[in-house]
C-alpha cells in the first residue's frame, strides 16, 4: 500500500530562514503532488500542485519541486514570516482523481 | 463564491450512537470527499461521490456510510459509535471530476464520542 512520509513532525526555525519540508513516498508514481496548508482547528488550505513532469514549480515565497526517480518532494518557503507558522501536508493523487493520499504532516513554527 | 460548509462544526455522542454530517460543496462542484483526521494517523480517506455515485471507499469498516445528493450536498453516517470515532471529519469538493484538480475543503465536523 502507498506510505507517504514528511520529513519530521515538526520543524522550528528562524524568521527570514528558508524552511524546507520533505515528502517521501513508496509503493507508488503518483501523477500530480500537492502541497496544503492546515491551521488548527480548520481544514487544509490548497497550495501548489506539481505535476509528475514538472522538476518544479514556484509560487511567490513558495517552491516546490518533485523528484520521481528519489519518490520525494521538497517543498521551501523562502523568507519565513510568523504568520508562516502551520501545518503542511503533502497529498499525491491517486491519478483517477477519487482519492488522494496525506502525510501526516509537518508543523512548522517560524520564531520571531 | 461559498466555500465549503460542513455542519454541525462540533458534536458530543456516547458510544452505541449514530452521527450524521453534512457537507455542502462550493456551487458547480460534482466530487465530494470525505476524510477522518486524527493525532496518529492524519488524514484518512473515507470515500469520495461524483455525481451521486460512490467511485472509491477507504478501509473503514461498514459503520461508515455515505451519500451524495442531486443538488451535490452530501452526507456521511456513522452507526454504533466507538470512541476511537473521536476525530475531526472533512469535507472536501472538487471542481473536476478526473486527477488533477484542488481539493476544497470544509472546516471539519469535530465528534467527540465518549
Known amino acids: 500500500s502507498q506510505k507517504i512520509e514528511q520529513n519530521s513532525e515538526a520543524l522550528n526555525i528562524q524568521e527570514g530562514k528558508t524552511a524546507t519540508l520533505t515528502c517521501n513516498y513508496t509503493n507508488y508514481s503518483p501523477a500530480y503532488l500537492q502541497w496544503y496548508r492546515q491551521d488548527p482547528g480548520r481544514g487544509p488550505v490548497f497550495l501548489l500542485l506539481i505535476r509528475e513532469n514538472e522538476k518544479e514549480k514556484r509560487k511567490e515565497r513558495l517552491k516546490v519541486t518533485f523528484d520521481t526517480t528519489l519518490k520525494q518532494s521538497l517543498f521551501h518557503i523562502t523568507a519565513s514570516q510568523p504568520a508562516d507558522s502551520a501545518t503542511y501536508l503533502c497529498?499525491?493523487?491517486?491519478?483517477?482523481?477519487?482519492?488522494?493520499?496525506f502525510g501526516t504532516g509537518t508543523s512548522l513554527t517560524v520564531i520571531p | 463564491k461559498a466555500g465549503v460548509t460542513q455542519t454541525p462544526r462540533y458534536l458530543i455522542k456516547t458510544r452505541g450512537q449514530q452521527v450524521t454530517l453534512s457537507c455542502s460543496p462550493i456551487s458547480g462542484h460534482r466530487s465530494v470527499s470525505w476524510y477522518q483526521q486524527t493525532p496518529g494517523q492524519g488524514l484518512q480517506f473515507l470515500f469520495e461521490?461524483?455525481?451521486?455515485?460512490?467511485?472509491n471507499k477507504g478501509n473503514f469498516p461498514g459503520r461508515f456510510s455515505g451519500r451524495q445528493f442531486s443538488n451535490s450536498r452530501s452526507e456521511m453516517n456513522v452507526s454504533t459509535l466507538e470512541l476511537g470515532d473521536s476525530a475531526l471529519y472533512l469535507c472536501a469538493s472538487r471542481g473536476s471530476g478526473g486527477a488533477g484538480g484542488e481539493l476544497f475543503f470544509g472546516e471539519g465536523s469535530r465528534l467527540t464520542v465518549l
Open positions: 461521490y461524483f455525481s451521486e455515485t460512490q467511485r
Open positions: 497529498a499525491l493523487d491517486s491519478n483517477t482523481g477519487n482519492q488522494f493520499y
